[in-house]
């Protein structure tokens, strides 16, 4: 678990620097020659296995070519050799160039320099190979598993992070739509089988079956071809927890003085402890009674728990629902929580805390959404000080230490008023 968290934390380290360079899309027009090969002039891959780079988001793509470059988090035979010849400024330029593109390899808005030029623009989309898959993929059951996941699989939405229709808002998360659906088959099996590497993609693939994947690919293909067909969400949704809910709820009882009966705190000051992730709640009780994380209040109030209690406890709390009281959102504060801030070098929340603020249990990121801002502040300056120093690798640490008063007080805002 260390290892994994580990290469994860430098993986996003990576992508906070993503931007240091500015991109010119001129220079990387002349830059692309060698890449037109496969991904053609327009960003449109000539084969199925060349993927399209088309109005792909330039955050991205310099995040792959860095990623390929360095062989850690992706590698590949053909790609990691042809990331290895270009400096950060190529991979900006590139990067800026198939980025103007539309996603079909449409030219790119009128600049003087490509209404005067058409050659790169005379490059219409390549018609693609049909895939002669031996199982009829169902664009329909795609786009109802895209929109909607399948709670009772453990499949998390994909809209939630990669947009409607594939098409992402937030940078680090690529666009999807129109996509080669063997190219679309290929990650999600590599991320599946953790070939490549990518904390939020890991763990949302893995209960993917073949069809489920060939279903996605078909729907990528072109979301707008069941554009009509309204998608209908998996209906029964059973949520497992591994400690005992019932005994929790007995065991808790000493709790509802300050984390209320339900797990909804009716103090500011007080975590609200409903919905949050069992395994960091298992996590941030173990570490209170060895005394990892440091609270005078909660070392004593968790000492005598054994490790049954603690699962039993969390399992409870993780059952309960979150009630968030209405609170006053904060543009910056979204701002950072959703793109990070390059210059100052932090970190997007949302790459680890998700979209919609519930984190990610299973890779120990924590739920934010809808917690008390007066604590989420708290927190983030008890990172900034140090003295909370349980997070591993010091991954909170190391982004907290980079916020201002100011930058705090807006992302607990914005963290708090998400439902
Ligand atoms: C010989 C063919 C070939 C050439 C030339 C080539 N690529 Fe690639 N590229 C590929 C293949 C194959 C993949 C998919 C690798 C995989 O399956 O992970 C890829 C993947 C990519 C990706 C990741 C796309 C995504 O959606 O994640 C980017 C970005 C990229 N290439 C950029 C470039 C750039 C920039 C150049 C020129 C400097 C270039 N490529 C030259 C074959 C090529
Ligand atoms: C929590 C956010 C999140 C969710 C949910 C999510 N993704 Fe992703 N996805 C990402 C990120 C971030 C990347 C880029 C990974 C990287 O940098 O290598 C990605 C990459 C991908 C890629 C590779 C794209 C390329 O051009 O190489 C595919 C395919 C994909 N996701 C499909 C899906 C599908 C299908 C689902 C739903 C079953 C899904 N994603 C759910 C965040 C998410
Ligand atoms: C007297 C008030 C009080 C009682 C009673 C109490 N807590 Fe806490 N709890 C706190 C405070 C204050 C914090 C925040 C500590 C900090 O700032 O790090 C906290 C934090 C926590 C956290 C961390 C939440 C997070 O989001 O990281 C957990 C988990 C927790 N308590 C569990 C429990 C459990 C289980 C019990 C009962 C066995 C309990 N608490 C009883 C006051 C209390
Ligand atoms: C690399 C992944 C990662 C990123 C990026 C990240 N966090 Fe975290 N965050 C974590 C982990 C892991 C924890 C829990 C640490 C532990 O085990 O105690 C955490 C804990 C927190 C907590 C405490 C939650 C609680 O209930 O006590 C807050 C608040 C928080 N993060 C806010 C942020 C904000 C704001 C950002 C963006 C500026 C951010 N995080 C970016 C991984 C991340």
Known sequence: MKKVLFSIFIGL??????NAFEGDAKAGKTKAASCAACHGANGIGIMDAYPNIAGQHADYIVKQL????ANSDRSDPVMSPMAAALSEQDMADVAAYFASFGLDGSAPAVTEEASSDSSATSAAPVARAQAKAVYVADASSGKALYEHGDEARGITAC????GKEGNSDVLINPNLSSQHPEYIEKQLKAFKSDTRHNASMNQVSVNLTNEDIA???AYFKDPSAVGDVKASAAKIVVRSFTGDVAEGKTKAATCAACHGADGNALIAMYPSLAGQGEAYLVKQITNFKSGA???????????????DDIQNISAYFASQTLKPAVTETSARGKQLYMSGDAKAGITACVACHSINGKGIDKAGFPAVAGQSATYL????????TKERNNDNNSMMQNIAIKLTKKDADALSSYMASLK
């Open 13 to 18: 380290s990576m992508l906070s620097h993503a």
């Open 377 to 384: 502040k708290s927190q983030l300056m008890k990172f900034r």
């Open 293 to 307: 994380r440091k609270d005078p209040v909660m070392s004593g109030m968790v000492a005598a728990l054994s490790a």
């Open 66 to 69: 860095k990623a390929f470059k």
């Open 159 to 162: 809209i939630d992070c990669h």
């Open 215 to 217: 279903n996605l690919g």
